[in-house]
């Protein structure tokens, strides 16, 4: 057994310039893209909700334009709470919205009167009204993205089940856990609804509770947890209208040397009558930071081990389709192919997958199961839990990792809760260690949270809230690739 600490990954900003901390390498150097012709810098905004949703989100945007005081930090932790420099040309993020009164579908207030209370009729007839809404702008070809100001007495899932962070609506997440075939929203959540409805329309949506804006839970409220700091909501906000505006916040960083690698990750979602399991794939690029969405085939519950898995064909098929995917975005293969997987590889998985990786010629694949609180847990002296980064090898396939812990770079632990590892089992050849590195480093590649603490790495996060959305997709039906769709 051997324990070590992997250093805080850096990522890439404006300039190929690095740094720890997204908000702190936008606020010196720029998004990764912002010296390409691409880059968002005028991003056209379409608002969906009632009157006064409509109204209070704008304000609080129009307020966003200028800078917002971080929270007031504890000595020597300010770093937690920088403040919000502003969504303007010129600072950080380098775009500005824009706002057009042709762009804004306001829902009556006597329609917003009926999208009231928890029933699954009532989260589905909100989702409805919204989708058509939505609907109606996308078809404008005028909206980079759509603002979805959330009715406020609607109750579903995900108002109790805590999966959003804070006033932004962080969309979809499993609660941490639950198992990969629960389903903790039950069959009436409305960001998952309202996705699954929007998927062909090409426009990316952006679902917003009113808490974002006021900075106030309101009256009955269900949800516990407390809200973030307005400079810290507006970092998180404004961080996912730019990505999914078509802009790069950030990206990992690359070295010349590196192969070209697809990171694929794999998790299972029962569909909404529960008749079926179902697979979600979710691929991530590292040189752009990008993610392409591909729905797999039909899972079953093995009797030996109670998880879900696929057969060899189904396997194979996955892969290749991951892989013809790459091919159309980058024009050619990748050299490596990483998958992450949310239950064990079982043979015929393994026959299937090297199969695929070997007919398409790619010589290096590595298996990877990540699984979520598994395990046993390390304890450092002191108050504080052990250093994000923390890694335990525990025998030569398998090594604990703490993605979520105390942070030298805050002086502190951000949680609120005792974090827990994620234990990597490795189902090939790999280097247990540097598959830790990738792993540490896709946790801080979610553009819904600019602060450098999640837990799952992208590949899994990713894949889990496409199913959450595929879930309410009928088979056969079109579904958008881009992953800017599902989050």
Same mark, same amino acid.
């Given at each position: 057994?051997?324990?070590?600490?992997?250093?805080?990954?850096?990522?890439?900003?404006?300039?190929?310039?690095? &740094?720890?901390?997204?908000?702190?390498?936008?606020?010196?150097?720029?998004?990764?893209?912002?010296?390409?012709?691409?880059?968002?810098?005028?991003?056209?905004?379409?608002?969906?909700?009632? *009157?006064?949703?409509?109204?209070?989100?704008?304000?609080?945007?129009?307020?966003?334009?200028?800078?917002?005081?971080?929270?007031?930090?504890?000595?020597?932790?300010?770093?937690?709470?920088?403040?919000?420099?502003?969504?303007?040309?010129?600072?950080?993020?380098?775009?500005?919205?824009?706002?057009?009164?042709?762009?804004?579908?306001?829902?009556?207030? *006597?329609?917003?009167?009926?999208?009231?209370?928890?029933?699954? %009729?009532?989260?589905?007839?909100?989702?409805? %009204?919204?989708?058509?809404?939505?609907?109606?702008?996308?078809?404008?070809?005028?909206?980079?993205?759509?603002?979805?100001? !959330?009715?406020?007495?609607?109750?579903?899932?995900?108002?109790?089940?805590?999966?959003?962070? @804070?006033?932004?609506?962080?969309?979809?997440?499993?609660?941490?856990?639950?198992?990969?075939?629960?389903?903790?929203?039950?069959?009436?959540?409305?960001?998952?609804?309202?996705?699954?409805?929007?998927?062909?329309?090409?426009?990316?949506?952006?679902?917003?509770?009113?808490?974002?804006?006021?900075?106030? +839970?309101?009256?009955?409220?269900?949800?516990?947890?407390?809200?973030?700091?307005?400079?810290? +909501?507006?970092?998180?906000?404004?961080?996912?209208?730019?990505?999914?505006?078509?802009?790069?916040?950030?990206? #990992?960083?690359?070295?010349?040397?590196?192969?070209?690698?697809?990171?694929?990750?794999?998790?299972?979602?029962?569909?909404?009558?529960?008749?079926?399991?179902?697979?979600?794939?979710?691929?991530?690029?590292?040189?752009?930071? @990008?993610? =392409? =969405? =591909?729905?797999?085939?039909?899972?079953?519950?093995?009797?030996?081990?109670?998880?879900?898995? #696929?057969?060899?064909?189904?396997?194979?098929?996955?892969?290749?389709?991951?892989?013809?995917?790459?091919?159309?975005?980058?024009? &050619?293969?990748?050299?490596?192919?990483?998958?992450?997987?949310?239950? +064990?590889?079982?043979?015929?998985?393994?026959?299937?997958?090297?199969?695929?990786?070997?007919?398409?010629?790619?010589?290096?694949?590595?298996?990877?199961?990540?699984?979520?609180?598994?395990?046993? *847990?390390?304890?450092?002296?002191?108050?504080?839990?052990? #250093?994000?980064?923390?890694?335990?090898?525990?025998?030569?396939?398998?090594?604990?990792?703490?993605?979520?812990?105390?942070?030298?770079?805050?002086?502190?632990?951000?949680?609120?809760?005792?974090?827990?590892?994620?234990?990597?089992?490795?189902?090939?050849?790999?280097?247990?260690?540097?598959?830790?590195?990738?792993?540490?480093?896709?946790?801080?590649?979610?553009?819904?949270?600019?602060?450098?603490?999640? !837990? @799952?790495?992208?590949?899994? !996060?990713?894949?889990?809230? %496409?199913?959450?959305?595929?879930?309410?997709?009928?088979?056969?039906?079109?579904?958008?690739? !881009?992953?800017?769709?599902?989050?």
């Amino acid at each position: 057994m051997k324990g070590f600490v992997i250093a805080e990954p850096e990522l890439e900003f404006g300039a190929a310039q690095r &740094h720890v901390d997204p908000r702190f390498g936008l606020s010196l150097f720029g998004p990764a893209d912002v010296e390409m012709p691409s880059a968002p810098t005028r991003i056209r905004l379409g608002l969906v909700g009632g *009157r006064e949703g409509v109204d209070g989100l704008r304000q609080w945007l129009e307020r966003c334009r200028s800078e917002i005081a971080g929270k007031v930090a504890k000595p020597g932790q300010e770093n937690m709470f920088p403040a919000f420099p502003g969504f303007v040309e010129g600072h950080a993020f380098h775009s500005s919205l824009i706002f057009d009164d042709a762009l804004v579908r306001e829902i009556p207030d *006597r329609v917003m009167r009926t999208l009231a209370g928890e029933s699954p %009729v009532a989260v589905r007839q909100a989702a409805s %009204v919204y989708a058509e809404s939505a609907s109606s702008l996308a078809e404008t070809g005028r909206c980079n993205v759509i603002l979805c100001a !959330r009715p406020d007495d609607l109750e579903d899932g995900a108002s109790a089940a805590g999966p959003h962070v @804070d006033g932004v609506e962080l969309e979809g997440s499993l609660v941490p856990g639950e198992s990969e075939a629960s389903d903790p929203h039950g069959p009436g959540d409305f960001h998952d609804l309202l996705k699954a409805a929007s998927l062909t329309s090409g426009c990316p949506l952006q679902i917003v509770r009113s808490e974002t804006w006021t900075g106030k +839970r309101r009256s009955g409220s269900k949800r516990p947890r407390p809200l973030q700091d307005e400079a810290t +909501r507006a970092w998180n906000l404004h961080a996912a209208l730019y990505y999914k505006a078509g802009g790069t916040p950030w990206r #990992l960083k690359r070295q010349s040397t590196d192969l070209d690698t697809c990171f694929v990750g794999v998790s299972f979602f029962r569909t909404a009558d529960k008749s079926s399991l179902h697979t979600a794939i979710a691929q991530v690029f590292n040189e752009r930071g @990008d993610g =392409v =969405v =591909v729905r797999g085939g039909t899972a079953s519950i093995s009797k030996v081990d109670r998880q879900a898995h #696929l057969t060899a064909e189904d396997s194979h098929r996955l892969l290749i389709d991951a892989l013809a995917e790459f091919r159309r975005v980058h024009d &050619h293969q990748p050299a490596r192919v990483v998958i992450h997987k949310t239950s +064990r590889f079982d043979e015929a998985e393994v026959d299937g997958l090297q199969g695929a990786a070997d007919n398409k010629e790619i010589d290096h694949l590595e298996l990877i199961w990540v699984q979520m609180g598994a395990g046993p *847990r390390l304890f450092r002296n002191g108050q504080l839990p052990p #250093l994000r980064g923390t890694a335990f090898e525990l025998q030569a396939d398998s090594l604990l990792l703490y993605t979520r812990g105390s942070i030298p770079f805050f002086r502190t632990y951000p949680g609120m809760y005792v974090p827990s590892p994620l234990l990597l089992r490795a189902a090939s050849s790999i280097n247990l260690r540097g598959a830790a590195e990738e792993v540490l480093a896709l946790s801080k590649m979610n553009w819904n949270n600019a602060q450098m603490d999640e !837990r @799952d790495p992208l590949t899994l !996060r990713t894949a889990r809230k %496409v199913g959450l959305i595929l879930r309410h997709v009928p088979l056969g039906a079109p579904i958008g690739s !881009r992953y800017a769709l599902y989050m």
